[in-house]
């Protein structure tokens, strides 16, 4: 039998998981850090749960198969969990209730370079009994320029815009009855030409000045302030698109409250993300020198999330990271925020088998700091332990000799300096603690 894994499945060398899980911990921590709780929610679930708010590809992709009589499915995403686990649980929980949740999801995608059939999504989402504050909408901005911020990775700017406008610009113009198909369009048009999108709207009906308009508008540029003041130069007296408006600036102006540099946030009247059930704000990360990448944060403001399942209202927001596709892309241009190789701070080896046991009572005092050491006991010749040490990246080199043992002052080596000092373990704690 030939040792294979399924095409659409990420296997990492120990090397790299230790960064994926570098990426994993400063996500989650940040989540924390704004007061999001932990959840989990089963990978498996009645299918007609998950199928609940699905449709289209999504329902193509579902990884579905029956167990007895009960019609079982992989969650896809981690939205329709949340949308299931608020209609049990919201009687035992307590509002505004915010939420992180960092899981593999599964989807039959057609196997190509930067898509996969099991990834991890790191999710957060803030949700309210009938109304919430727009305030939270500005703190999901900070949220994601605080992660890839830790995260040290290239120069990025989130893109917000609110469904809002558009759809009150729509009723303006007279085309209310194609929202939906509309906003599906405009989420396409910087990945096709002009042309085809102004095509496509003409397929759909729309006459040339409605097209033209609807052109012009998405075209907006400038600052954040410039655009606020085009936008109320438009003077629409639509109530969706000043209450749009409304919440825009609030946004805006509560992100700089918070202390998000202007240079990171930037409003993009042709985000809409595709996706029904947003009506509010939407977000958008891109990498300025990497827009090939994709948006790698995106998310946004919705009315209802458990709709499907109680008459209750549970409006909320929230934004989604895909790490693995996100960690592949920065992998394969060498991006990666690499701090080290291994898990270890030393590496301790002995120049004979007799010092085995005072190795293996340093590494227990050490270990006992909260200080992650190796013992190395495989006896063999000085310099394949040193190829070794180099091979796994270990910061520090701890050797133990017959001197060593009896003195107990260890000989501590320094693998990026090649300086090499004798202390005993408390000293030699210290240095590897710092």
Known sequence: MTARTLQGFMELLPQEQI???????????????FGFAPLDTPVLELAEVL??????????????????????????????????????????LTFPFKRYQIGKVYRGERPQKGRFREFYQCDIDII????????????????IYTVFSKLELPAFKIYINNRKLLSGFLEYLGIADKTVDVLRLVDKIKKIPEEAFLAELADLGLADKARDGLLEFIKINGTNEQIIAKLEDFNIGDGLFAEGLEELKTVVAQAQN??????????????TRGLDYYTGTVYETFFDEYPQFGSVCSGGRYDNLSSVFTDKKFPGVGISIGLTRLFDQLRANNLLPIKTLTPNKALIITQDAAFTEA???LASKLRAQNIAVDVMYRQCKFKKKMEYAN???VPYLVIIGEEEAKTKLYSLKDMASGEQKSLDAAALADVLLG
């Open 391 to 393: 091979k796994i990246g």
């Open 258 to 271: 918070l202390g998000l540099p202007a240079a990171n946030i930037q409003i993009d009247l042709s985000i």
């Open 128 to 143: 309210d009994r009938d109304e919430l504050n727009i305030v939270y909408d500005a703190e999901v901005l900070a949220v």
């Open 359 to 361: 190795a293996v009572a």
């Open 19 to 33: 960064v994926f899980n570098h990426m994993k911990d400063v996500i989650a921590h940040t989540y924390e850090l």
């Open 51 to 92: 199928l609940s708010k699905s449709g289209g590809e999504t329902e193509k992709q579902i990884y579905a198969f029956k167990k007895g009589d009960t019609d079982l499915a992989m969650r896809f995403d981690l939205t329709v969990p949340l949308a299931k686990y608020i209609a049990l649980y919201n009687n035992e």
